[in-house]
C-alpha cells in the first residue's frame, strides 16, 4: 500500500479545492477572484504533492516550455483580470503540459465498468481513440 505524508494529503486538499474553486467561477460565469484563487489553490496544492523540486523540474524542462509559458500565462492574465483570455491560454497550456498523461488515463478510466461502458460507445470511442493515439506519439 502506497503510504502518503501529511503535506501530501494537505496537497491533495488544495489541489481538490482549486478544482472546486476553478470549476465554480467558470460556472459564474468567470468570476476573477473565484478563478484566481482556483489556480492559486492548484499550482500550491500540486506544489505540496509531488514536492517543490519535482514540481519546477516538470514545469521549467526545456521542451515544455512553450506549455508552461502558455499554463503560467494564463494564470497571470486570470490575476490581471481578463478570466476568459486567461482561463483559454490556461485550458491550452494544460493539455500540453499534461498530454503525456491522457492516454493512461482513457486506459484506467476503459477498466471502470460503467465508464468504460461509456468511453466503447460508437460515437465517442471514435474521439477518445484518436485522442489517445496523438498524445502518445509526442
Do not use: C
Request: net charge positive; no cysteine.
Amino acid at each position: 500500500m502506497i503510504s502518503v505524508t501529511d503535506s501530501q494529503k494537505i496537497g491533495m486538499g488544495l489541489a481538490g479545492f482549486g478544482v472546486f474553486f476553478l470549476f465554480f467561477g467558470m460556472i459564474l460565469f468567470f468570476d476573477k477572484a473565484l478563478l484566481a484563487i482556483g489556480n492559486i489553490l492548484f499550482v500550491v496544492g500540486l506544489s505540496f504533492v509531488i514536492g517543490l523540486e519535482r514540481t519546477f523540474r516538470f514545469f521549467f524542462q526545456r521542451h515544455k516550455a512553450k506549455a508552461t509559458g502558455f499554463f503560467l500565462g494564463g494564470v497571470v492574465v486570470v490575476l490581471i483580470g481578463w478570466p476568459i483570455t486567461g482561463v483559454i491560454l490556461e485550458v491550452y497550456g494544460f493539455f500540453l503540459l499534461f498530454r503525456g498523461f491522457f492516454p493512461v488515463a482513457v486506459g484506467f478510466i476503459r477498466r471502470v465498468p460503467i465508464l468504460g461502458s461509456l468511453l466503447n460507445l460508437p460515437g465517442i470511442k471514435g474521439v477518445v481513440d484518436r485522442v489517445g493515439e496523438s498524445n502518445s506519439m509526442v
